[in-house]
């Protein structure tokens, strides 16, 4: 089994925190719904007689895709590729893209999981973030959306976000309660350097959070969310009645996935591959079947590392029998006194197996990781 992503990247306009790759020129976006077709032709034995568990049409904002061009790729994918019944499809949506019409299409195609990038429902945020959306039309979207079928939902929230507050954060999530969204992917404001953010920063017209801030509406969002019922199942992700994302959950027990589009990546569980991050390039050498992607051999210390950068932040927490079949690095012995030493500082517990965080070691976990890593 395994799971198939396709990157479409175009957006209508940039996000001020953005560092994705996408492109705001729409005009070559048929040649490149042409290319990705023709590189799931190119790639269907890539993992031949195995399952598709999952799909996800990620960006960029997959829901620019017209229908036809929406039912090619899926189409593509149905006919060369054997497609569990039961698969996960999940499209990435921005509320204003959401219409009747759209989920309609969305139905006819298969895609049966939504991913609606709200952010918060604040406009003055919304417009500080460059956001081409309002709340009113974030509201109208879940609504729409649950109104036509939709049950497995998830919306992407931001919290530590420059121009919010705690009273906002709190808003957002009530909101999302009283909407009755299943699963929220809830990330901490990340200031990346090539973004109209991180110029500000340089020129001093934009603060940098202070980590107090950050730990303050980390520990708000938890303690809400988990007072209404929903579970923390990875340290961004949050669901109820188990609604996890099975193609995310997929990448971080790592299972193979076939990554489809420029700038999306492969993995077979020895071996990553990765396509250029340049649109009008990916088309010229996708169609003309020339390489558009890199590739490298994970040495063992490699896989080591990603096993435990992936699984320490879900609630299964690190198979240490699991990762020593992979890697042939043993977690337990390896790093024995780094482990005492947060096991006494309450920042992990391990059972005879598994290694996990605790709630404090969850406010630090890259950290963590960093002191566990070969």
């Not at 790759?21 to 048929?30: D, E, Y």
């Not at 977690?331 to 309450?346: A, R, V």
Request: aromatic residues 10%; proline residues 2%.
């Amino acid at each position: 089994m395994f799971g198939i992503y396709i990157h479409i990247p175009f957006c209508r306009q940039a996000c001020h925190y953005c560092d994705f790759h996408f492109s705001t020129n729409l005009s070559n976006k048929t040649e490149m719904v042409k290319a990705i077709v023709h590189e799931l032709n190119q790639k269907k034995d890539f993992y031949f007689g195995k399952t598709v568990e999952t799909i996800y049409l990620g960006g960029g904002t997959p829901s620019l895709l017209s229908e036809i061009e929406l039912a090619s790729i899926l189409e593509t994918i149905y006919k060369e590729y054997k497609v569990n019944p039961e698969a996960e499809i999940t499209i990435e949506c921005n509320p204003e893209d959401i219409s009747f019409k759209k989920l309609s299409y969305f139905k006819k195609s298969g895609v049966n999981r939504l991913s609606i990038g709200i952010q918060t429902f604040n406009d003055k945020v919304l417009h500080f973030l460059n956001r081409s959306h309002s709340s009113q039309q974030a509201d109208l979207a879940v609504k729409l959306s649950q109104d036509l079928g939709f049950d497995n939902i998830t919306v992407d929230i931001m919290y530590a976000l420059p121009g919010s507050n705690l009273d906002i954060l709190q808003t957002d999530l009530d909101k999302i309660i009283l909407l009755g969204i299943p699963h929220i992917s809830a990330y901490c404001f990340t200031l990346e350097e090539k973004t109209v953010f991180g110029k500000m920063v340089k020129q001093n017209k934009l603060l940098k959070n202070e980590d107090s801030i950050e730990q303050s509406h980390y520990e708000n969002l938890h303690k809400h969310l988990s007072s209404n019922g929903y579970e923390q199942y990875e340290i961004s992700n949050f669901a109820r009645n188990e609604k996890y994302s099975r193609h995310n959950s997929a990448y971080w027990f790592g299972r193979p996935y076939l990554g489809i589009g420029p700038g999306a990546h492969t993995f077979n569980g020895s071996e990553r591959q990765w396509n250029i991050s340049n649109n009008a390039l990916y088309i010229q050498k996708t169609m003309v079947n020339e390489n558009a992607f890199e590739i490298e051999t994970l040495s063992k210390s490699d896989i080591y590392n990603e096993g435990l950068l992936t699984q320490l932040r879900t609630k299964w927490g690190v198979n240490a029998k699991s990762l020593l079949q992979q890697s042939e690095i043993d977690l337990f012995s390896e790093k024995q006194k780094e482990i005492e030493k947060l096991i006494i500082n309450n920042m992990v517990y391990k059972t005879d197996s598994h290694l996990f965080l605790t709630e404090k070691g969850k406010l630090l976990a890259d950290g963590i990781v960093v002191d566990l890593m070969i």
